[in-house]
């Protein structure tokens, strides 16, 4: 079992930005790949982004597409997602997980492992 702590989260304006920092613990990059989900009061959890670390590939959603950016730091063993030209839409509960299947990248059920969430929230 792994386990995640994400951080980074908070309040900026519109056009702002964050870089939300997951630390992994318990797990290989070999083995799992992390993603970046979003969810809103009234809203679905969605995927975000994510990336295999093993193998260097990482998604997105049409939404964040060049405003989002998925890294990775495999001696720190942490995923990042820097987020630039925030939105009002983008206001939501992030979380980081992982999983160790295949499968639709952004399928939350396919994600075993989640961390307890950071808060982003963007005024208008």
């Not at 670390?53 to 959603?61: C, M």
């Not at 597409?65 to 990775?72: A, E, L, N, W």
């Not at 509960?93 to 399928?107: E, K, L, P, Q, S």
């Amino acid at each position: 079992q792994v386990h995640m702590v994400e951080s980074g989260g908070g309040s900026v304006s519109t056009g702002g930005s964050l870089r939300l920092s997951c630390v992994a613990s318990g797990y290989s990059y070999s083995s799992y790949s992390v993603g970046w989900f979003r969810q809103a009061p009234g809203y679905e959890r969605r995927g975000v982004a994510m990336v295999y670390p093993g193998g260097g590939n990482t998604y997105y959603h049409d939404s964040v597409k060049g405003r989002f950016t998925i890294s990775q730091d495999n001696a720190k063993n942490t995923v990042y997602l820097q987020m630039n030209s925030l939105k009002p839409e983008d206001t939501a509960m992030y979380y980081c997980a992982a999983r160790t299947v295949g499968g639709t990248w952004n399928d939350p059920r396919t994600y075993n492992d989640w961390g307890q969430g950071t808060q982003v929230t963007v005024s208008s």
